[in-house]
């Protein structure tokens, strides 16, 4: 071969090489989306703070919205979702009873938002009067967090006061005749005005703007046996794309993502 023809050879290869190195993209990976549940506040906030983190190791993260308690497991439950993030252990008891083929398994911890009452009406507890109206959530699990919170603050006795599936049944002592309106969870900070007294989720009460540390006449305690989990389904649990969302979640950027935000009204749990 001449020593030009091996120099336009040299060239022609060089350019190829060039125009491979272009065109190939920087890194290949397989992108997997998860489909996850949350409620607004503080859930979807928390899932949108980690997105860019997760698109980088490959996760599409897509963040359903719901309002209410319902919908979020029964979406998962029917496989629609891959996941959800808006409930404690104690609901997930209480759905899996009435719901038949339950498939969602609890994956990680990751805050508590302690539970609180409230009033448009008075400012200290001491000035609850007798017979006042007392609006708490009507879902099982709710509900007797709220009947234990009450019973802490001597305002009711309950026959356990360790019962977490505690009911109005179970009330043996009620010295200042309490009357009691169960309602939907979400809709509780929207008929403060018209009771005395409310126990509201924090993250509803948040939604509100309500401040659960500096608003409330009472608050649970840090040993809340209620802390907020990831959930996902059964045949899912294992994948990589969730053990990269559980990472995310409690990682030290998580931790300080919620204690700067919500400033003790959520709590992180790991």
Same mark, same amino acid.
């Given at each position: 071969?001449?020593?030009?023809?091996?120099?336009?050879?040299?060239?022609?290869?060089?350019?190829?090489?060039?125009? %491979?190195?272009?065109?190939?993209?920087?890194?290949? #990976?397989?992108?997997?989306?998860?489909?996850?549940?949350?409620?607004?506040?503080?859930?979807?906030?928390?899932?949108?703070?980690?997105?860019?983190?997760? %698109?980088?190791?490959?996760?599409?993260?897509?963040?359903?919205? #719901?309002?209410?308690?319902?919908?979020?497991?029964?979406?998962?439950?029917?496989?629609?979702?891959?996941?959800?993030? #808006?409930?404690?252990?104690?609901?997930?008891?209480?759905?899996?009873?009435?719901?038949?083929?339950?498939?969602?398994?609890?994956?990680?911890?990751?805050?508590?938002?302690?539970?609180?009452?409230?009033?448009?009406?008075?400012?200290?507890?001491?000035?609850?009067?007798?017979?006042?109206?007392?609006?708490?959530?009507?879902?099982?699990?709710?509900?007797?967090?709220?009947?234990?919170?009450?019973?802490?603050?001597?305002?009711?006795?309950?026959?356990?006061?360790?019962?977490?599936?505690?009911?109005?049944?179970?009330?043996?002592?009620?010295?200042?005749?309490?009357?009691?309106?169960?309602?939907?969870?979400?809709?509780?900070?929207?008929?403060?005005?018209?009771?005395?007294?409310?126990?509201?989720?924090?993250?509803?009460?948040?939604?509100?703007?309500?401040?659960?540390?500096?608003?409330?006449? #009472?608050?649970?305690?840090?040993?809340?046996?209620?802390?907020?989990?990831?959930?996902?389904?059964?045949?899912?649990?294992?994948?990589?794309?969730?053990?990269?969302?559980? %990472?995310?979640?409690?990682?030290?950027?998580?931790?300080?993502?919620?204690?700067?935000?919500?400033?003790?009204?959520?709590?992180?749990?790991?």
């Amino acid at each position: 071969m001449s020593l030009n023809l091996k120099r336009r050879f040299s060239l022609i290869l060089a350019g190829s090489l060039a125009a %491979a190195a272009v065109f190939a993209p920087a890194t290949v #990976f397989a992108v997997e989306t998860l489909h996850i549940a949350a409620s607004p506040v503080p859930h979807a906030e928390i899932l949108e703070f980690i997105k860019p983190k997760l %698109a980088k190791e490959g996760v599409d993260l897509k963040v359903k919205v #719901f309002t209410d308690y319902i919908q979020p497991a029964v979406q998962v439950n029917e496989k629609h979702l891959d996941g959800n993030f #808006f409930l404690h252990q104690p609901y997930l008891n209480e759905f899996k009873k009435n719901h038949k083929n339950d498939i969602e398994v609890p994956i990680a911890k990751v805050h508590v938002e302690p539970f609180a009452a409230y009033s448009s009406k008075y400012k200290k507890l001491a000035d609850l009067p007798d017979g006042a109206t007392v609006a708490i959530p009507n879902d099982p699990s709710n509900s007797g967090r709220a009947l234990l919170l009450l019973a802490k603050q001597g305002l009711v006795k309950l026959k356990d006061p360790k019962n977490i599936s505690a009911t109005q049944k179970d009330i043996i002592e009620n010295p200042k005749k309490l009357k009691f309106k169960e309602l939907e969870a979400a809709t509780l900070p929207r008929v403060l005005n018209q009771v005395d007294l409310a126990l509201i989720n924090t993250n509803y009460a948040i939604e509100a703007k309500l401040n659960p540390v500096k608003d409330s006449l #009472f608050i649970e305690d840090a040993n809340s046996p209620y802390a907020n989990l990831l959930v996902a389904r059964e045949d899912n649990k294992n994948s990589p794309a969730f053990k990269k969302l559980v %990472a995310a979640l409690n990682s030290p950027e998580v931790k300080k993502f919620i204690e700067e935000k919500y400033k003790g009204a959520v709590v992180p749990a790991f």
